[in-house]
């Protein structure tokens, strides 16, 4: 039985085909930092499936580099005399070859990581603010609706109120989704209520303990929705603005007055 069979050639060969479409495939080349000492941390931390995956991928390449190297050198020297070992140093050199382009792929491919990385950044960044300035433009959609007005009719706009509230919810989705722009939105959001009361009525209600009246105002549906967006803040929302040190400010917009 020879040290390097024709069995042991396929197999290695197959292994380090298979190393490297796994490494393509598993490795979390977006969730990757962008500095060596921050990526061998982060491999460290690695588990299931993908830690595996280059746990196997680095010892097959290693592994047989080295072993096909050493096997090489001892055997050069016999050739002349052992046409079995010509044989099988020319069916190991596919498999040198091959191992070889695992260990230059490598570093090259965590040398183009950060541009991956920063890419795909710039990419999800555009992406979010696209989403966010379509709903702005939806926030502030108007309908024209006709009335009649004596014998005719009349036109007149009116906020669009189902389109706002489709907008308003795809904000509450993308703050929720990225806590990066979560602040400004509720500032967006803030400020539409602070210059988008649209009270729908009034109404009187006299407190009978202190006597007092109070004109209500009935806000519309859209202001309600985001009232609603204010309260359903995740923990990890309220905990990004607490860290940023930032405030509801709602002093421009009353709900009640008291007279």
């Known amino acids: 039985m020879t040290l390097f069979s024709n069995y042991t050639n396929f197999g ?64 050069l020297g016999t050739v002349g005399t052992n046409t079995d070992h010509l044989r099988q140093i020319i069916l190991a050199i596919p498999v040198l070859i091959a191992a070889l382009a695992g260990l230059i792929a490598l570093p090259v491919t965590l040398i183009r990581l950060p541009y991956t990385r920063r890419q795909t950044l710039v990419e999800e960044e555009g992406l979010i603010t696209d989403r966010i300035n379509a709903a702005v433009l939806w926030l502030g959609s108007e309908k024209i609706v006709k009335v009649t007005v004596g014998d005719g009719t009349a036109e007149h706009t009116e906020p669009n109120i189902e389109v706002r509230i489709g907008a308003i919810l795809a904000l509450e989705r993308i703050a929720k989704n990225n806590l990066d722009v979560h602040l400004q939105i509720m500032e967006l959001l803030l400020t539409y209520v602070q210059n988008h009361p649209h009270p729908n009525e009034e109404r009187q209600v006299q407190y009978k303990q202190t006597g007092s009246f109070v004109i209500q105002l009935l806000v519309s549906p859209d202001i309600q929705i985001i009232a609603d967006v204010f309260a359903r803040r995740t923990p990890p929302q309220i905990a990004f603005e607490i860290k940023n040190e930032f405030r509801f400010d709602m002093s421009r917009q009353h709900s009640r007055r008291t007279i």
């Open 12 to 75: 290695t060969v197959m292994l380090v085909i298979i190393g490297l479409m796994l490494f393509a495939l598993l490795c979390p080349w977006r969730n990757l930092p962008t500095n060596l000492d921050t990526l061998l941390k982060s491999l460290w931390r690695l588990s299931g499936t993908v830690a595996v995956t280059w746990a196997i991928f680095v010892l097959v390449l290693i592994g047989t580099t080295a072993y096909v190297i050493l096997w090489l050198i001892h055997h």
